[in-house]
């Protein structure tokens, strides 16, 4: 992968979705993955904002009414959702979920696509990301050598802190786009989202080079440093493989391609992971594929 002004130029691109992980369908009588994601806490209204993202950020959520929050972030009844209706929380504790949409730039604005879109050359693409806790997030990208390349935490993203916020939305790649050139082919993209930080991911990311880094004691450790540099070497496949083993089972996993007439639609994928525990972890695999 190689960078150009505004620009990330790939032998492939983002498309089609395959999920590699062990995905279980929610039950009949059971919260959706979608419904499951929102019922940690307060979340926009309106989930289909298109807007544009301000530069170094993700695009800003819609306002819209939610109940007054714990001091945790999760709400203390439940949560209103787009349309009506809303989820009580469970009493075992908040499952913690990602969201991603893919994005195609048409004329001057990014547009939401389907997960299932098969991108070609000169397309500009991005994907927006989202957490419903909050947590630490890492995303890597593989490239044509076969290396994983960090895409987050970037230094241009709250100085290259990977803490992220609840229901805060983050456009990746931080400040570019993928473009897709007249290579053909399939490029993976992994989304790690966890309550605590990834030890693993941690000493790669954050590699002390003459300056001390002190690593947060919780996720709630609101005294956290931020880091003095990110990492640019390559992760490990071997790391990612066994992360991927560790963290992809016994996910829900749910595809939302809406595309009833009418202004609000809602291109999505949500992946959730029902536990509740505090050492919950979300793995998602994208397949970028450029025909």
Not at 48 to 53: G, I, L, R, T
Not at 88 to 95: H, L, R, V
Not at 149 to 166: H, Q, W, Y
């Amino acid at each position: 992968m190689s960078f150009s002004k505004f620009l990330i130029p790939l032998s492939a691109a983002v498309a089609s979705v395959a999920v590699a992980q062990t995905a279980q369908p929610a039950p009949k009588s059971q919260l959706t993955p979608r419904e499951l994601f929102y019922s940690a806490g307060p979340a926009p209204v309106d989930v289909h904002s298109q807007k544009a993202p301000p530069k170094d950020q993700g695009p800003k959520g819609s306002k819209g009414r939610t109940p007054k929050g714990n001091p945790d972030g999760t709400a203390p009844g439940g949560v209103e959702l787009p349309g009506g209706g809303q989820i009580i929380k469970a009493s075992a504790g908040p499952p913690i979920g990602v969201t991603y949409t893919l994005q195609r730039k048409v004329g001057d604005d990014m547009v939401d696509v389907s997960p299932d879109s098969v991108f070609h050359k000169d397309d500009r693409i991005a994907f927006v990301v989202q957490t419903n806790y909050p947590g630490y997030l890492y995303i890597g990208n593989k490239g044509p050598a076969g290396a994983w390349t960090p895409l987050f935490p970037s230094s241009k993203i709250e100085n290259g802190d990977n803490r992220v916020a609840a229901f805060h939305k983050y456009a990746m790649p931080p400040g570019y786009r993928f473009y897709f050139d007249e290579k053909t082919g399939v490029e993976d993209v992994f989304i790690l989202f966890s309550r605590e930080p990834v030890p693993d991911f941690e000493k790669l990311l954050y590699a002390d080079q003459g300056a001390s880094k002190t690593a947060p004691k919780s996720s709630d450790d609101k005294s956290r440093p931020k880091p003095i540099n990110v990492a640019t070497a390559d992760l490990p496949a071997s790391m990612v493989d066994r992360l991927r083993s560790a963290y992809s089972r016994d996910l829900l996993i749910e595809k939302i391609d809406d595309d009833k007439p009418g202004e609000r639609k809602e291109k999505a994928v949500y992946i959730v992971n029902p536990t509740g525990n505090s050492d919950s972890h979300v793995w998602a695999d994208i397949r970028l594929v450029h025909k």
